[in-house]
């Protein structure tokens, strides 16, 4: 294994010579529990170790009971780390283990050349021969959701946009992943969409637990996730039959899949070491990993445009010329030419990133910035912290994306992580999250509800803005 050369090495822990992760700085623990009380909520998880990383610079140490976790914050040693996969560090050893008794599998947790695999039917069936066909999907769903939020700016009333959001991307994920539409935007309380919601919420409760309570003690909310998982799995098994049925009576969808769940299936007939059970865990990989994240990327990117009237009219504009009126369909190769609205969703990413930090272990025993870290040492890597450090001036400037000087595009976000593992579904995000905030811009204006308290961030399954409140008013 290559370990990240120390010359990428946090300046400050490998001046002071330090050697071993006991010799780390970090906050003060009390004894048996160290800084376990300060994590309790988990919510504010992400925030508590940045503001660490300010006081205790970009490597540093923190203890939760007899659990000793190395964070991280510098972008060039992050940059090193996530490039070394999967033969020098590999996921969590206990987030693997928290999604495998929840029946989970697939590309997210799986390591070596089980990865390799898997990751080469996820990326074939996402690349962008296959996005644009998959364009009808978000193109409907566009519609839907322009229709929605006309219903509510008649209505002049305060919006809980994020909810429009969700169920934006949970119907083209879900028509994608399942080759099904749901259309919670029209059709609210679908029972399937329950059971997602369920376990993303139950995953990112667990992932961000001090300790693994439900091992011992199984509360009201531990058996519903059973339930949700059993009623998940009889439904993803459904729609696999009934995918493979269209298939074979239409040949012509295996050279030309309409949706991922079919590009996964004509891949497994073009290389039949894919088994079945590889495909149901990465139906669920990408429900779980593609609506939460891009719905609050769309929601943090509407926040930051709400007190900016100008970027908002700039955006309109944009739309107006690329995608047309609203009454023509939205063209893939219009979306494809929205730079702005692309450069605002990088901005919004690169300050409010949905998953700002990722958990790692070396596979070996090695050496990182100037420490000792022996094999599964936990690290937890701060990649918004670490975006936000690498751009020039601060504050939210989404031109800084369309500039050419080095001095001010930002040198590195890591929004989607890096290296060979860096996220598959980024282009299917942008591509969503485009059509969504240039069919917003053009048909409206909007600006937080005064009346709503302020927005927070909260470590969710992503991180999401809690409490986002609008009002849309119709462009004239
Ligand atoms: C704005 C939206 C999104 C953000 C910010 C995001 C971010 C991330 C990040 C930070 C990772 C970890 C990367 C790493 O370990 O280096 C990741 C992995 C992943 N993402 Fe995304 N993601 C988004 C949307 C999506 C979508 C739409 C899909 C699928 C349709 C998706 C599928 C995946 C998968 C399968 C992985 C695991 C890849 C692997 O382990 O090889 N993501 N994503």
Redesign the pocket.
């Known amino acids: 294994m290559t370990a990240p050369s120390s010359s990428t090495a946090p300046r400050a822990a490998a001046e002071k010579g330090v050697g071993t992760i006991a010799d780390l700085p970090g906050p003060p623990r009390l004894p048996l529990i160290g800084n376990a009380h300060q994590l309790i909520r988990p919510t504010r998880l992400h925030l508590t170790v940045e503001r660490w990383a300010q006081r205790h610079g970009s490597i540093f140490s923190v203890d939760v009971g007899p659990r000793s976790f190395v964070v991280i914050a510098e972008a060039d040693a992050i940059n090193a780390i ?1 490039r070394d996969r999967p033969d020098g560090f590999r996921r969590w050893r206990d987030q693997r283990e928290i999604i495998e008794e929840m029946n989970g599998s697939g ?2 947790i799986a390591e070596g050349d089980d ?1 390799r695999r898997q ?1 080469r039917l ?1 990326v074939t069936s ?1 690349n962008t021969h296959n996005l644009h066909r998959y364009f009808d999907i978000v193109r409907v769903s566009t519609e839907r959701l322009q229709r929605r939020l006309l219903e509510a700016a008649s209505d002049d009333r305060p919006l809980e946009i994020a909810d429009e959001l969700t169920s934006y991307t949970v119907d083209i ?1 879900s028509a994608l992943a399942l080759g099904h539409d749901l259309n919670t935007l029209e059709r609210r309380d679908n029972e399937l969409q329950g059971h997602i919601q369920r376990v993303l919420m139950m995953t990112g409760r667990r992932l961000s637990a001090p300790i693994p309570y439900w091992r011992r003690l199984r509360l009201p909310a531990d058996r519903a996730l059973d339930r949700s998982l059993a009623a998940m799995e009889a439904a993803v098994d459904d729609f696999i039959e009934q995918a493979r049925a269209r298939m074979e009576a239409d040949p012509k969808r295996y050279e030309e899949p309409p949706n991922l769940l079919e590009g996964m299936l004509a891949a497994q007939r073009a290389d039949s070491t894919f088994s079945d059970e590889e495909i149901v865990g990465n139906v669920f ?2 429900l779980l ?2 609506e939460d ?2 719905a609050n ?1 769309l929601g943090w990117t509407i926040w930051l445009l709400s007190s900016e009237p100008e970027l908002q009219a700039r955006l309109a504009a944009e739309a107006d010329e690329a995608l047309g009126s609203g009454t023509k369909p939205i063209p893939y190769e219009g979306v494809e030419q929205l730079a702005l609205a692309e450069a605002t969703v990088q901005e919004a ?1 690169r300050l409010k ?3 700002p930090v ?1 958990g790692v272990e070396p596979i070996e025993d090695t050496m990182l910035c100037g420490t000792q870290m022996p094999a599964g040492t936990r690290l937890l890597l701060l ?1 918004r912290q670490a975006g936000i450090a690498t751009a020039g001036r601060s504050g939210f400037h989404p031109d800084r994306w369309l500039e050419d000087s080095d001095d001010t595009r930002p040198a590195k976000s890591l ?5 060979p ?6 282009n ?2 942008l591509l969503e ?1 485009k059509a969504a905030l240039a069919t917003i811009a053009r048909d409206f204006e909007w600006q937080l509800d005064g009346s709503a308290a302020p927005v927070r961030e909260a470590f969710k399954f992503a991180m999401v803005p809690d409490g986002l409140r609008v009002r849309l008013r119709r462009r004239s």
């Open positions: 996530l590309v997210f990865w990751r996820i996402l994920t990989t990408i990993a593609g994240t891009t990327t990413l990133g949905v998953a990722i990649l929004a989607f992580g890096a290296g593992r860096f996220c598959p579904g980024r299917l995000a999250a």
